[in-house]
T-cell receptor, first 114, second 117 residues
Framework: AQSVTQLGSHVSVSEGALVLLRCNYS??????LFWYVQYPNQGLQLLLK??????LVKGINGFEAEFKKSETSFHLTKPSAHMSDAAEYFC????????????FGTGTRLKVLA | DTGVSQNPRHKITKRGQNVTFRCDPI?????LYWYRQTLGQGPEFLTY????????KSRLLSDRFSAERPKGSFSTLEIQRTEQGDSAMYLC???????????????FGNGTRLTVT
């Protein structure tokens, strides 16, 4: 069965600084990986996804993530944080076949300091 | 694409009462998921439909929970004899999927927040 671990439940960065949110997955078959963002009292919004092909994927709002199979990681980065990036971020995994559900990590709350 | 719609947005109920939530997915999406989210946690899978068929239900889901998706369109989630531990945000998501592939992203609604007093 697949699983996702997000290291760091809270991350604080200064405005303009690099954002790095960590995600490691476990899967016995090739995974599909996703990052979502959630603002208070709202549902989750897709930031980016990795299915196949290029391992560096770009998403909305300047975010990108790199799939590293050898490290079983899919960390999310953004070169320069904006105040509007303050939110909760979730990494999720699904697999090629056999399991229907998408498994989510416990989330990382990003705080951006002025 | 009008998005996934969930109603109501908020529900306050007394312990022991029954509640029902509705989800209207994106119209062309054949897959529909229900998740539960508590404070400080990620979404927890509850159940999943492909068209009108309920294909999987979490083993953590009590028999008090039931979901339907008649005609493969909207879905309802009912909780009978609510308990305080049922207080959470209930999220609905939909996706367009083919065959056994699960690489399509989920599109989420804004959720229904349930408070059981």
């Amino acid at each position: 069965a697949q699983s996702v671990t997000q290291l760091g439940s809270h991350v604080s960065v200064s405005e303009g600084a690099l954002v790095l949110l960590r995600c490691n997955y476990s899967s016995s078959v090739p995974p599909y990986l996703f990052w979502y963002v959630q603002y208070p009292n709202q549902g989750l919004q897709l930031l980016l996804k990795y299915t196949t092909g290029a391992t560096l994927v770009k998403g909305i709002n300047g975010f990108e993530a790199e799939f590293k199979k050898s490290e079983t990681s899919f960390h999310l980065t953004k070169p320069s944080a904006h105040m509007s990036d303050a939110a909760e971020y979730f990494c999720a995994v699904s697999t090629v076949s056999g399991t229907y559900k998408y498994i989510f990590g416990t989330g990382t709350r990003l705080k951006v300091l002025a | 694409d009008t998005g996934v719609s969930q109603n109501p947005r908020h529900k306050i109920t007394k312990r022991g009462q029954n509640v029902t939530f509705r989800c209207d997915p994106i119209s062309e999406h054949n897959r529909l998921y229900w998740y539960r989210q508590t404070l400080g946690q990620g979404p927890e899978f509850l159940t999943y439909f492909q068209n009108e068929a309920q294909l999987e239900k979490s083993r953590l889901l009590s028999d008090r929970f039931s979901a339907e998706r008649p005609k493969g369109s909207f879905s309802t989630l009912e909780i009978q004899r609510t308990e305080q531990g049922d207080s959470a945000m209930y999220l609905c998501a939909s996706s367009l999927g083919q065959g056994s592939s699960y690489n399509s992203p989920l599109h989420f609604g804004n959720g229904t927040r349930l408070t059981v007093t």
